[in-house]
């Protein structure tokens, strides 16, 4: 069975603060992560995937297989970084029936105070 | 196209009666999944469609939740018979079949079972 584990429920740091949000799995194959965010009365939304190792808002994630974490970083939190976060796995089969169907971690709450 | 749509937004049932939520996916979007969110937790996945055919279930659904997706565009879920654990928000979300795992989340209807 996959899962999706993320220790923290609430982390709060200060502006300009360095912040990891972190994220453990356990999947038997080869999984796809990724972070969603919902920032404050608004939707859920991608944030970032692993496969496209790209920066987004400042975030960073590296999937580290021998550790299976993908942990969430920031090495300058924003106020505007406040919300709630929430790691995701998917089948990496990208033909199977299963691919982007998605396992959510219970979430964290990142506080940016000023 | 404004997003995912849902309707109700709320919905407050007696135990024992029948629901039925409204999902109206991004118009271009042939993948469609419907989430059960609970207070404390993620996302939690219940079924997803591609076009109109339900390609995956989950095994925590219970026989008292169906969905449907008749002409590939909205889909309803029904609960019948709903309990008190029922209560929770249900989400939306749909997806471009070859980008499942970008999905664009609905704002989600907040059933509950009083």
């Known amino acids: 069975a996959q899962r999706v584990t993320q220790p923290e429920k609430l982390l709060s740091v200060f502006k300009g603060a360095p912040v990891e949000l972190k994220c453990n799995y356990s999947?038997?194959?080869?999984?796809?992560l990724f972070w969603y965010v919902q920032y404050s009365r608004q939707r859920l939304q991608l944030l970032l995937r692993h496969i496209s190792r790209e920066s987004i808002k400042g975030f960073t994630a590296d999937l580290n297989k021998g550790e299976t974490s993908f942990h969430l970083k920031k090495p300058f939190a924003q106020e505007e970084d406040s919300a709630m976060y929430y790691c995701a796995l998917s089948s990496g089969n990208a033909g199977g029936t299963s691919y982007g169907k998605l396992t959510f971690g219970q979430g964290t709450i990142l506080t940016v105070h000023p | 196209d404004t997003g995912v749509s849902q309707d109700p937004r709320h919905k407050i049932t007696k135990r024992g009666q029948n629901v039925t939520f409204r999902c109206d996916p991004i118009?271009?979007?042939?993948?469609l999944y419907w989430y059960r969110q609970t207070l404390g937790q993620g996302p939690e996945f219940l079924t997803y469609f591609q076009n109109e055919a339900q390609l995956e279930k989950s095994r925590l659904l219970s026989d008292r939740f169906s969905a449907e997706r008749p002409k590939g565009s909205f889909s309803t879920l029904e609960i019948q018979r709903t309990e008190q654990g029922d209560s929770a928000m249900y989400l939306c979300?749909?997806?471009?079949?070859?980008?499942?795992?970008?999905?664009?989340f609905g704002p989600g209807t907040r059933l509950t079972v009083t």
């Open positions: 999947y038997s194959g080869s999984p796809e």
């Open positions: 979300a749909s997806s471009l079949a070859y980008r499942p795992y970008e999905q664009y």
């Open positions: 118009s271009e979007h042939n993948r």
